[in-house]
């Protein structure tokens, strides 16, 4: 089983209304806003609704901590290696690609909110046009009139375009990230 579906799994079991894909959207977002601060706390603050004190609730908030340090990780390099966790194109619709993308989307401006980042239309340099871009994304519905290979290279564009924006975002977080820590001097 792909990591895509046995997060779902994971998910589905604690009784959480998200799919990997939007999990991975907020960790993603919590990546970018924050650079310190308990992230185990700010998952249990994000999904407190669902009382995740069971230790599968807190199996799933490790799963998560680890995920958004692996993402903080492979954003830091800066090497493109960063991707978006959806599931593969081959197993799944159009349409449901459509709507897995939204909500990784979501997830994201959500992770961003969660991590402290208030006004999301007041972002550094270009992140806050990719905000309003992702926003845009965040709300796509499945259906257009382009057949299924323009609506095939369309969605791959716009994976490509949300993964490279979402790398944007973090750089330009960056200058406000590392403004928050203390400089060392040699």
């Given amino acids: 089983m792909a990591i895509y579906e046995e997060l779902t799994e994971l998910l589905t079991n604690c009784g959480l209304p998200i799919d990997a894909a939007e999990a991975h959207g907020l960790v993603s977002g919590l990546a970018c806003a924050t650079q310190e601060g308990d992230v185990a706390e700010m998952l249990q603050g994000a999904f407190s609704q669902y009382g995740l004190d069971s230790l599968e609730g807190q199996t799933i908030i490790g799963h998560l901590v680890s995920l958004r340090q692996q993402t903080h990780e492979l954003l830091e390099e800066a090497m493109g290696e960063f991707v978006l966790l959806l599931p593969d194109e081959n197993d799944e619709e159009l349409d ?91």
Wanted: charged fraction near 25%; hydrophobic fraction near 35%.
């Fill in 96 to 186: 449901r690609q459509t709507d897995v993308l939204a909500g990784w989307c979501r997830g994201f401006l959500y992770g961003l909110v969660e991590g402290g980042i208030i006004d999301l239309g007041n972002l550094p340099g270009d992140a806050g046009e990719i905000v309003k871009d992702l926003l845009e994304i965040s709300e796509m519905v499945p259906g257009n009139e382009l057949d299924n290979e323009g609506q095939e290279r369309a969605l791959t564009e716009l994976v490509e375009y949300v993964r490279t924006g979402v790398q944007l975002i973090y750089e330009e977080m960056q200058p406000a990230n590392s403004a928050k820590q203390p400089k060392l001097i040699h």
